[in-house]
């Protein structure tokens, strides 16, 4: 399933319910909240559960070195977290959303196939599971997940609908009491509760849109979870 998926507005509603995997960084590598296959990759915890070996994790950091070389400049364009790891040194500020969302889909479907080559299909497999388990409610607004789960329109209102209301939930949170607007509530143990709560809640409401056949396509889709 391909990276490139335009959620950069779901990003805290991924970061609060994965903080941590998100706190090292963002989707297709420069995303907010969900990280991309390179990433993932890399992550030790990640290694271990997908069974990545010492070989595989040598290769797979010079596959990503040489591609963030490569596309030093859309890496560049990524800006912030992303901006560091592509060496582009913070380049996302004088870039346009839509480029911004460019790059993330090239550089996210590149890290995909490079890794991809380097991975057993068992281990791919599992990578893409814990990928989309980061990716939340966004995961029900990717075409490829919609087009696997067969959402009827009814159900893509139903989940936009819960989407929209929790980030308006998130927003006055963030915005109102618990302890400071703005980003000061990632640090704060109590507002991060609650907003996990939040999160938790809206995927369980969205879980329950689907059908008996659509949930266990869900289940396929995103494995067992991951902790």
Same mark, same amino acid.
């Given at each position: 399933m391909r990276i490139g998926r335009l959620v950069v507005a779901l990003g805290i509603v991924v970061l609060v319910t994965t903080p941590a995997l998100a706190q090292r960084g963002g989707r297709g590598g420069g995303g907010q909240g969900t990280q991309g296959f390179g990433q993932l990759a890399q992550n030790k915890s990640v290694q271990?559960?997908?069974?990545?070996t010492e070989d595989q994790? #040598? =290769?797979v950091t010079e596959a !990503?070195? =040489? !591609? $963030?070389?490569?596309?030093k400049d859309d890496y560049? #364009? !990524?800006?912030?977290? *992303? *901006? $560091?790891? +592509?060496g582009g040194g913070g380049g996302g500020g004088n870039v346009s959303p839509e480029e911004r969302t460019a790059a993330i889909k090239k550089t996210g479907e590149a890290e995909e196939k490079a890794i991809k080559g380097i991975l057993?299909?068992?281990?791919?497999t599992r990578l893409?599971?814990?990928?989309?388990?980061?990716e939340r409610l966004a995961l029900f607004q990717d075409e490829e997940a919609q087009k696997a789960l067969k959402l009827n329109d009814e159900q @893509?209102? #139903?989940? @936009?609908t819960i989407t929209a209301d929790l980030q308006k939930e998130m927003n006055e949170l963030r915005g109102g009491g618990g302890g400071g607007g703005g980003g000061r509530g990632r640090g704060n143990p109590e507002m991060l509760?609650?907003?996990? +709560?939040?999160? @938790?809640?809206?995927?369980?409401?969205?879980? @329950?849109? !689907?059908?008996?056949?659509q949930k266990k396509t869900y289940k396929d889709l995103t494995g067992e979870p991951f902790r």
């Open positions: 271990d559960e997908v069974k990545i994790t #040598k =290769k !990503l070195t =040489k !591609l $963030r070389e490569d596309l560049a #364009k !990524l800006g912030g977290r *992303g *901006g $560091r790891r +592509g057993d299909d068992k281990q791919m893409q599971q814990i990928h989309r388990q980061q @893509k209102d #139903k989940i @936009k509760q609650k907003m996990q +709560g939040l999160s @938790k809640e809206a995927m369980q409401n969205a879980v @329950k849109v !689907l059908t008996d056949d």
